[in-house]
């Protein structure tokens, strides 16, 4: 089950107090009271992983460190360490107590949730020239502590769609920074993942088959995902003893979920074509011609059919541009 909507509680570190201490040594008589450590801070970054939230599952609360309180012999307490978790590109984050909400538009972005507290001093720092002997040390400060919102709210531009083993992950992969499972068997992807290509957002989607609409196989429930995508790519793959059964099974499958989905804006890409003879990927574009559909052959092996794929992808950066 893909979690896309949890409340939690992020607490940041507190700081140390202060301590109070002397020298001992008659020699060297004056204080030595050390500062207290500063409070671990909480953040959260987001990544590809639209799974990220999963963590949440069942504990609901991060905590960053304290910082120590400061030591006797002019040693400052050590820092907490600051927390940074994971959340899918797309989670709006509510701070429900501010009312403060930020979304998570890019992969590597990190966004501080709750500062942590201050170090107090220790009296070390408050000797002078008229108090040798200062008996003050300042108490640290608390961490903030908010109750916090994560609401996963897709926002792919395109939708990566297509049978099991038809090469979506590997394309995602190839084309950003997304490091997704690829491996020759169906069903390597069982929730969807994002990766981000420039301005735009794609999004991989795990196998469809004959039947999805009913439950079959994963099922349909992760095109809600791809929604609100206004462009699908559809890949299809060489290896296919019938490319064009494939592609018709998966519209009628889109169709069964919502109409909707076959008026989007689609791109049937042919894939694999390292895999099979010049001859043979001639055969199946014409016959997707014959079908009215321009399909683009594709290998991520082949850099010249992923130099056009990346021109397809510029044209939309423009379009999508012009449309804001
Ligand atoms: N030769 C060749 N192999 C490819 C190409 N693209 C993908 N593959 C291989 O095809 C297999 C399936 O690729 P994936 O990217 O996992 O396919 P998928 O569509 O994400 O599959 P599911 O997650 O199961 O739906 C892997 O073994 C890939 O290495 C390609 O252009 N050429
Ligand atoms: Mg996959």
Redesign the pocket.
Known sequence: MLIDDVTIRVAAGNGGDGSVAFNKNLMELGPTGASGGNGGSVFCEGVADLGALARWRNSKEAIAESGEPGGMQYRDGRDGKDLTFPVPVGTVVHNLDTKEDIEIASIGQRVLLARGGKGGRGNFHFRSSINTSPKRAESGTPGQSWSIRLELKLTADIG?I?????????????LTRAQ???????????EPSLGVYYELVLA?????IEGAASGKGLGIKFLRHVERTRTLFH?V?C?SDDPIRDWTIIRNELGAYSPAMIQKDEKVLL?????STAASVARILERFREAGVDALP?????SESMAKLEQLLRSLIAAKSAAA
Do not use: W
């Open positions: 990566l297509g049978m099991p083993n038809a090469g979506k992950s590997s394309l995602l992969n190839e997704q499972k690829v491996a020759n068997y169906p069903f390597t992807t069982l991989d989607i795990p196998g469809l890949l793959s290896e894939t694999k074509t390292d895999l594709l290998s991520i092996h082949d």
